[in-house]
């Protein structure tokens, strides 16, 4: 059965489609797969480190990059008491989410203390007052941007630095990719924030999904 086509938006400049398949829904920036409801074991394992990262019993947690809202739900899941806020580009997406995609990955938990707004994680942590515990940066296909190209200065030293300014001592950056970056590691190494990471192997030989913990001394 093909994909079938169910509606049409934007990301800044870039087209987004939306398609369904026998319940399942994937996403298309440009014409290519930007997220899909196929694959978010990554998304799990993501939450896992999060939990570890911030031990504190209300975290407060921005989440860069709503998709699916599969990492959202892990994290709501995972971090009970944590106070969360999520920043999505795209309006389209967030009707998206309401729309479609709530129910399905909420699985029973609550989003309902969660605050989303629409707009650029870019704008956000350049000129944010910050003060977060963790920020999970999942804007995009990792350090080379699918989803705009503005999303480049987030993985390099200006936004790495920018990102630790609005960290807590002791806060960590996690950052999900769909490919391992050694510059992105050597240049968050230079950052000052201690860098390890999580490979998700996938099905397909080979092709793995990266996750990126920098974090912060205390
Ligand atoms: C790869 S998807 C995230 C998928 C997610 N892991 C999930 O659970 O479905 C990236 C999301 O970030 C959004 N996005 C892209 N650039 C952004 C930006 N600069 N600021 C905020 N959101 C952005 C896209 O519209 C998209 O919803």
């Known amino acids: 059965m093909a994909w079938r086509h169910l509606d049409q938006g934007r990301v800044g400049e870039l087209p987004l489609d939306l398609y369904e398949r ?3 829904y994937q996403v298309r920036v440009d014409g290519q797969e930007l997220m899909s409801s196929l694959c978010h074991a990554s998304e799990e394992a993501l939450a896992d480190l999060a939990a570890a990262a911030v031990p504190a019993p209300a975290p407060r947690v921005l989440v ?3 998709g699916l809202g599969y990492t959202l739900a892990a994290l709501v899941r995972r971090l009970g008491g944590a106070a969360v806020e999520v920043v999505e580009k795209s309006p389209d997406v967030l009707r998206w989410y ?3 995609f709530r129910e399905k990955v909420l699985r029973g938990a609550d989003d309902g203390a969660v605050r989303f707004r629409e707009a650029d994680a870019v704008d956000v942590l350049r000129a944010g007052t910050g003060g977060w515990d963790l920020v999970v940066l999942d804007v995009d296909n990792g350090p080379e941007p699918l989803a705009g190209e503005g999303n480049r200065w987030l993985y ?5 630095a920018a990102i630790r300014a609005r960290l807590r001592p002791g806060g960590a950056l996690l950052v999900w990719s769909g490919f391992r970056s050694e510059p992105f590691e ?3 190494r230079e950052a000052g924030y201690a860098v390890s990471s999580v490979e998700i192997p996938l099905t397909r030989p080979g092709v793995a ?3 990126y913990l920098c974090a912060l001394p205390r």
């Open 22 to 24: 026998d319940g399942e």
């Open 64 to 66: 860069a990059g709503l």
């Open 209 to 211: 999904h990266h996750l």
């Open 186 to 188: 050597a240049r968050a």
């Open 156 to 160: 390099e030293a200006a936004g790495l």
């Open 98 to 100: 309401r729309l479609h």
